[in-house]
């Protein structure tokens, strides 16, 4: 979340990588976006599902741990002082971001390459923004209101979503990075007071198979993507935790 804050705020294009896909396709679209550095961390490159990268994709790793130990206790200070102190005018020529346009492209998000190599499909800030816009609309939520983050960042409703939804608007998110750890996800729902949880069916389905009704009682709307909604699961979801799911549609192209 903060690497993705901090390079769209200096003006740079992210573009979060599908960790499921193959060294291949990765290798793809590293070279169809011409991106010569991956921002990642040491705890995800060991990971078995992830660590094949590290001697196949062709780009220069930098890890985020690494970068944590650089920063000062003098540069926190400043930073709060910043953020407290200075107006928001300020602030946005002192870092530039008044030269920052909504038609700039703010990200690139690969398809998932259904018929054939991924497609990088190029969203500006408008993009991003305007679609933040119809969530406040229409889910309206609150600052009381806890955003489930289970949806990978690589996916437009995740980077639309679980990634600038919470940084645009007044509510808190909690993330995981996988949503298929779904005793954690449902610990980390019950702590945080989940009250909004975007999914898709798949991941709903074992949320029905493996949690307790009182880890999801707090859940007040639950949207699935991705995947076409099956009415019984709706049913079978609402009768166990009390909250329907509805379905949410998104097209990669229209952000």
């Known amino acids: 979340v903060l690497a993705n804050a901090a390079l769209a705020m200096t003006g740079r294009v992210t573009a979060n990588l599908n960790y499921t896909a193959s060294p291949e396709v990765l290798n793809a679209c590293l070279r169809r976006a011409g991106i010569r550095r991956v921002l990642t961390s040491r705890k995800v490159m060991e990971n078995p599902l992830t660590a094949k990268f590290k001697d196949t994709l062709e780009a220069e790793f930098i890890y985020l741990d690494d970068l944590k130990e650089k ?14 102190l200075v107006p928001a005018f300020i602030l946005d ?52 209101d806890s955003l489930l983050g289970i949806v990978p960042f690589f996916h437009s409703l995740g980077f639309t979503v679980t990634l600038w939804g919470p940084l645009l ?18 610990k980390l729902a019950k702590t945080r007071g ?30 699935a993507g991705a995947e076409k909604l099956p009415i019984a699961l709706c049913e079978a ?13 998104g097209t990669t192209e229209l952000a």
Not at 237 to 249: A, D, H, T
């Open 71 to 84: 920063v000062t206790r003098g540069d926190k200070l400043w930073a709060a002082l910043s953020a407290y």
């Open 93 to 144: 020529r002192v870092l530039g971001l008044n030269k920052i346009s909504g038609d700039d492209v703010a990200t690139i998000i690969f398809t998932s390459g259904s018929t054939g190599l991924p497609k990088g499909v190029m969203l500006t800030h408008h993009n991003i923004a305007t679609n933040v816009e119809a969530i406040d609309q229409v889910v309206n939520p609150r600052p009381k």
């Open 169 to 186: 608007l007044d509510f808190r998110a909690a993330y995981h990075f996988s949503p298929l750890d779904t005793r954690i996800v449902a």
């Open 194 to 223: 989940a009250t909004i949880l975007l999914a898709t069916p798949t991941f709903l389905r074992n949320f029905l198979r493996r949690c307790d009704p009182e880890e999801l009682e707090t859940l007040e709307i639950v949207v």
């Open 237 to 249: 979801f609402e009768q166990k935790f009390g909250v329907r799911p509805v379905e949410g549609y």
